[in-house]
Structures are given as C-alpha cells and as structure tokens.
C-alpha cells in the first residue's frame, strides 16, 4: 500500500467505526446481552415512571414526565443492537430464538416501540396529562406485543 491508499484505508475505517451500531463494538455476546438488557431495564424504569402518573399512582409533574419520557425516547434507539447474530448465547437471557429467526419481524416490533416513544416524548412536552395518556397506551401495547412475541417468561 502507498501512504496515501493506508491513510484512505485508515480513514475509512474509521469512518465504518463511527457509522457501525454498537454491536460492532462488542467484544464478546455476553457484552452485548448485557448492554440489551441493561438499556431495556433502565427505558423500563423511565417509561414505569410515566406509567404510575398516567395510572394515578404518582401525582403528575409535568416536568418529570417529560424528562423520563425524553430518555426513553433517546435510548429506545440502543437495545437492537444488542441483538446481533451469535448473541443468542453467552449469558442467561429471555429472548425466544425468534428474535434471530425472524429477524424482519422483530425489527418492526422495535421500530413502532421508538415511533411510540417519539409520540410519548412529543405528548410530554405539551405538559399536558391527558395527551400523555393518549400516547402512553399505543406505547406500552409496542412493549407489550413485542414481549408477548419475542421475549420468554
Ligand atoms: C413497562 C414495562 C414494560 C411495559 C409493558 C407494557 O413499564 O417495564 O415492559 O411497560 O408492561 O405492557
């Protein structure tokens, strides 16, 4: 290689690093088993947190909902990568196998869970609760039908 194809060859490799998801960046499926579970677990406290004022449980604070409904919006975005081929083994997890098998069906799954949180967010900054009801049931349904789908009790 000349200098000015490595220099090419490093930059685009580089450039491929900051394109690729995250699962590209994990060293073994056990890392990524837990980087899936653990930004799920963390999108379930914020989304439960929503819930239990949409529920009556907590008084609504409008501020607090849309704080929660804001990371939950952005890290609705995270867990799919954790999901990359050979990562249905290496540490004890709940996802059926379908989750590799039919791959074209969990992807739509997680794409309506981060649409519904985009709306959860969007319904958030109106301040308004009874907007954020309106769109904190379409969202947990897309929790709820993916878990029913994919996910093992
Ligand atoms: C949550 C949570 C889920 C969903 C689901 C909605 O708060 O942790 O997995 O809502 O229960 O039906």
Redesign the pocket.
Known sequence: MTFKTTVAAVAAAACTLLALPASAQFAKAEEAIKYRQGS?FV???H??RI?AMVNGKLPFDAKAAQDNADIVAAMAALPWAGFGPGTDKGAPHKAKPAVWSEQAKFNEHAQTFQTEAGKLAAAARTGKLDQIKAAFGPA??S??SC?DAFRNR
């Open positions: 799920l999108i379930g406290q989304f439960g819930g947990a349904q929790c709820k878990h």
